[in-house]
Nanobody, 123 residues
Framework: QVQLEQSGGGFMQPGGSLRLSCAAS????????IGWFRQAPGAARQGISC????????YYADSVKGRFTISTDNDKRTVYLQMNNLKPEDTADYYC????????????????WGQGAQVTVSS
């Protein structure tokens, strides 16, 4: 059974850092495309980062490039989203997701999702 169990998130002041975790089970982490999304209140869901097993680089939305980093620890079966220099506009619910039919972020249709984690950035 494929599961993505998220942890992390919370409240942070602008300029601070948070790390989100997404523990994978039921499939081999690192063999498929996996990504992070966010959805702010009243806004559409936004893809913010992706990493694929056949990609040489991670992909990032312009709004988070240079501040957020996606990484995986295959031994711990966990994917992370390190979020630095947080801004109030980063406030959203964050989701990890994977596509078990794709190894590249260039051709992905996510079919398994984590339960979400709330991130609030405010002074």
């Amino acid at each position: 059974q494929v599961q993505l169990e998220q942890s992390g998130g919370g409240f942070m002041q602008p300029g601070g850092s948070l790390r989100l975790s997404c523990a994978a089970s039921g499939f081999t982490l690192g063999s498929y495309a996996i990504g992070w999304f966010r959805q702010a209140p009243g806004a559409a869901r936004q893809g913010i980062s992706c990493m694929g097993s056949s990609d040489s680089i991670g992909y990032y939305a312009d709004s988070v490039k240079g501040r957020f980093t996606i990484s995986t620890d295959n031994d711990k079966r966990t994917v992370y989203l390190q979020m630095n220099n947080l801004k109030p506009e980063d406030t959203a619910d964050y989701y990890c997701a994977t596509d078990l039919s794709s190894t590249s972020c260039r051709d992905v249709a996510y079919d398994y999702w984590g339960q979400g984690a709330q991130v609030t950035v405010s002074s």
